[in-house]
């Protein structure tokens, strides 16, 4: 009978061992997830900089598992550029206004011809000299007509496209189209630039075309010429630029609003492309992240009005800047997010 006490006391020491060893590994995985989370929670730290900007610092293994990578970026000199509203043009105006012109031609070039087969009778003595002149006088009305209907083209869209119509008078049966003005005609090519009040460029050259619509890249326009009427309300003058590549997704819509940024004549500004691939957009404005030391990042904001090729052109860093071209955005989740990786917005 004094053995079945001594033996459930047995099994009542047995239990406990075995469930205390049951539950050592529940409690190192527990540690290890603990230290794991310490570990993430400490990759990425964040504190204020001395003169007040957030600064991000990723020890080195944290830097390589999300991609990080920096560049510095390439020096370069930008030309200063006028800022003007504008819109392309609808064209249907000028479309109208080569056929009344195309029409009066054909009827000049038809006098013409009358008047050299006149020529040719008088020379023979087969023409009465009445005929002759109605055939003289039809070709100068004629001639008056084709005029008129060319200075309406050069009054309301300049000089340069008014010549592109070519020589009034030319040799019967030689007169031949041009392609190029059919196509400005088309629509959707010519832009026009507004410059502000009383602003004057003496040669502009070529523009960067930003629709109203966001793409992502500006327009290529290259100057045409210049409009002969000021407008009378604004006191603006007037500017043509031709899209150079109308047929692709670069082509405007007529009535399209754009902003335009033509080259002035000012010495040019130096400083460097940040690539677009470190460009940032976040509450409406450019940002970059930049390595401010090996293990620190801090963000900076970057006007996103001078697109060059590559990227965008800044004054304000220096081709010994360290700018993260790889990993940028993870970077701006991870400010936004409190130190963790998933946040983060773009524009």
């Known amino acids: 009978m004094k053995m079945i006490p001594q033996f459930f006391l047995l099994t009542a020491l047995l239990a406990s061992a075995v469930a205390v060893r049951s539950a050592e590994p529940d409690a190192k995985t527990d540690a290890k997830a603990e230290a794991a989370t310490e570990a993430k929670t400490e990759a990425v730290k964040i504190t204020q900089g001395t003169n007040g900007e957030t600064v991000l610092t990723l020890n080195a293994e944290t830097q390589k598992r999300i991609g990080i990578e920096v560049a510095n970026p390439a020096a370069t000199e930008w030309q200063p550029e006028i800022k003007a ?44 000299e009445r005929a002759f002149q109605d055939a003289e006088a039809t070709y100068r009305q004629n001639f008056a007509a084709v005029m008129a209907a060319r200075l309406k083209i050069e009054n309301g869209w300049g000089k340069r496209i008014a010549e592109m119509t070519g020589e009034i008078v030319v040799p019967p049966g030689t007169r031949k189209e041009n392609s190029v003005l059919e196509q400005l005609a088309e629509g959707g ?35 045409f010429g210049e409009l002969p009427v000021m407008d009378a309300q604004t006191q603006q003058q007037g500017l043509l630029f031709l899209n150079d590549k109308p047929s692709t997704a670069d082509r405007l819509i007529p009535g399209e609003a754009v902003t335009a940024f033509i080259k002035s004549g000012e010495a040019p500004v130096s400083g460097v492309v940040i690539p677009a691939s470190a460009i940032l957009r976040h509450d409406g404005k450019g940002w970059v992240f930049v390595q401010t030391g090996e293990n620190n990042f801090s963000r900076r904001e970057i006007p996103l009005d001078r697109a060059v090729d590559g990227g965008f052109f800044s004054a304000e860093f220096s081709a010994t800047n360290r700018v993260v071209v790889t990993g940028a955005q993870t970077l701006l989740s991870a400010e936004l997010s409190g130190g963790g990786f998933n946040a983060g917005q773009r524009d």
């Open 85 to 128: 509203f504008g819109r392309a043009l609808d064209t249907a105006p000028l479309r109208d206004l080569l056929m009344e012109f195309y029409r009066a031609e054909m009827t000049f070039d038809t006098s013409h011809q009358e008047l050299e087969r006149a020529k040719q009778l008088k020379k023979d003595n087969n023409i009465s």
């Open 189 to 223: 090519s010519l832009i026009r630039i507004d410059l502000p009040a009383g602003e004057h460029l003496s040669s502009p050259q070529s523009a960067r075309i930003v629709p109203l619509a966001k793409r992502e890249l500006p327009i290529t326009a290259s100057f």
